[in-house]
């Protein structure tokens, strides 16, 4: 490989790819009352940051995902794991401009017995523009089905100061 072809690959490792050109605002009451409905146990103790935030398909939030190496980390129990893991993802996408306004954070609770994960809020597709929570294990970059963490309790949920 030449230079020129190894600084491309750097590159690409370094620069996210481009921020999504279709997106919308949408409030944080709307992004409250998501949480809300997902964690009605604890909807008094939900305190979103930010009063407006931007949503677009979570197919353009997994093309940053994809490009994120996150999931390239190496386990080490109590050193790198679950928590690291979401941290780290939901930081990276706070990290760069024109992906840092969409609502992605990470959320701990006692799925599998105790967990950090990450979650975002987005549309399903551009045409279906309904305001949706998705749950991502950054650790293989999986999403993880609602019905698994409906149940769950909530420990901790970033956005929430009480």
């Known amino acids: 490989m030449d230079t020129l072809s190894k600084l491309q690959v750097i590159r690409n490792y ?6 999504p050109v279709v997106k919308s605002d949408i409030h944080g009451e709307a992004i409250f009352a998501l949480y809300g409905a997902a964690f009605p146990r604890y909807r008094g ?12 398909a979570i197919s353009e939030l997994r093309r940053f995902i994809d490009w994120s190496v996150v999931d390239k980390i190496i386990y080490e129990a109590e050193v790198q794991d ?16 024109g992906w840092s306004g969409f609502p992605v954070t990470f959320i701990w609770g006692d799925y599998g017995g ?10 399903p597709s551009f045409s279906d523009r309904t305001p949706t929570v998705y749950y991502i294990e950054p650790q293989n970059d999986h999403e993880i089905a609602e019905e698994t963490v409906e149940e769950m309790e909530l420990w901790l949920l970033p956005m929430s100061k009480k």
């Open 114 to 123: 105790g967990h950090a994960f990450c979650t975002a809020v987005a549309w």
């Open 45 to 56: 103790r939900i305190d979103i940051s930010d009063e407006w935030f931007e949503i677009t």
């Open 14 to 19: 370094v620069i996210p790819p481009p921020a």
């Open 82 to 97: 679950c928590d690291d893991f979401a941290m780290a993802l939901a930081g990276e996408f706070a990290r760069y401009p």
